[in-house]
Nanobody, 116 residues
Framework: QVQLVESGGGLVQPGGSLRLSCAAS????????MGWYRQAPGDQRDLVAT???????DYVDSVKGRFTISRDNPKNTVYLQMNSLKPEDTAVYYC??????????WGKGTLVTVSS
């Protein structure tokens, strides 16, 4: 059974920073593309950033230059460093693993609130 557990969310003022973590159990982490998604109230779940097994990264335009995704394979963990946070970044952030054969898993999410 694979589990993804996100942590690091919370309340932060505009312009502040947070670092999200997603710890994966099981053996699929190293063979999976890892991604961060977010869902604001009333909105659909949208892709934020991805990182491949070889470390190639990709970002949605709205977070480029502010967010950084990284992975630590020995620790089975993926991170999302979020800087210069804006109120529109407020959402539940989810971690997803996607393997080459179509197998994927979601975490339960962590809430990020950007407000003064």
């Amino acid at each position: 059974q694979v589990q993804l557990v996100e942590s690091g969310g919370g309340l932060v003022q505009p312009g502040g920073s947070l670092r999200l973590s997603c710890a994966a159990s099981g053996t699929i982490f190293r063979s999976s593309v890892m991604g961060w998604y977010r869902q604001a109230p009333g909105d659909q779940r949208d892709l934020v950033a991805t990182i491949t097994t070889t470390g190639r990264t990709d970002y949605v335009d709205s977070v480029k230059g502010r967010f950084t995704i990284s992975r630590d394979n020995p620790k089975n963990t993926v991170y999302l460093q979020m800087n210069s946070l804006k109120p529109e970044d407020t959402a539940v952030y989810y971690c997803k693993s996607s393997r080459w054969d179509g197998i994927y898993y979601w975490g339960k999410g962590t809430l990020v609130t950007v407000s003064s």
